[in-house]
C-alpha cells in the first residue's frame, strides 16, 4: 500500500500513454514528504490503469473520455497530508491530459480512501530494496 488504480475510458488508449502516466504519478508519490519523511514508502507504490472496453459516459451524444484514479492508502496520515498528495497528484493527471483537454470532451476524478484494513497480508521481495 499505497495503491492508485486509473480507470479511463478505452476512447483514450489510441491518445495518451497511460504508461507514462502511471510512472509520473508514481514519481508525484515518492516525492511526497511529511516531517522529512516519505509519506508513501517506494516499495509500496503501484500505479495500475485499466481501460474500460465497455462504459456509457453522460448523455451518449458525443465522444466523451473520463478517467478515475482512486488511491487507495493505510490510516494515519493527516488531512492536510491527504490534501497535499491530493492536490500533487491531480495536478500531475492534468499536465499529462492538458493536450486532450483541448481537443476533446473528458472528464477527471482523483478519489482518496483509506482506513483499517479488515485483513492486510504482505509477502514482497521488493520492500527491502528501498531502506
Do not use: W
Not at 46 to 69: E, N, T
Not at 75 to 85: H, L, P
Amino acid at each position: 500500500m499505497p495503491h492508485l488504480v486509473v480507470l479511463y475510458t478505452d476512447n483514450l488508449e489510441q491518445e495518451t500513454d497511460m504508461t507514462a502516466l502511471c510512472r509520473s504519478l508514481a514519481d508525484v508519490m515518492r516525492a511526497q514528504h511529511d516531517s522529512g519523511e516519505q509519506v508513501f514508502p517506494t516499495g509500496g507504490t503501484r500505479v495500475f490503469a485499466y481501460p474500460a472496453r465497455h462504459y456509457a459516459v453522460a448523455d451518449g451524444q458525443r465522444d466523451y473520455a473520463f478517467v478515475y484514479l482512486n488511491l487507495r492508502m493505510g490510516y494515519g496520515r493527516s488531512d492536510a497530508v491527504k490534501e497535499r498528495a491530493g492536490q500533487a497528484l491531480l495536478a500531475c493527471a492534468k499536465a499529462h491530459f492538458a493536450p486532450l483537454f483541448e481537443r476533446r470532451l473528458i472528464g477527471l476524478t482523483l478519489q482518496i480512501d483509506e482506513g483499517q484494513e479488515v485483513y492486510n497480508a504482505k509477502h514482497s521481495n521488493i520492500h527491502p530494496l528501498f531502506p
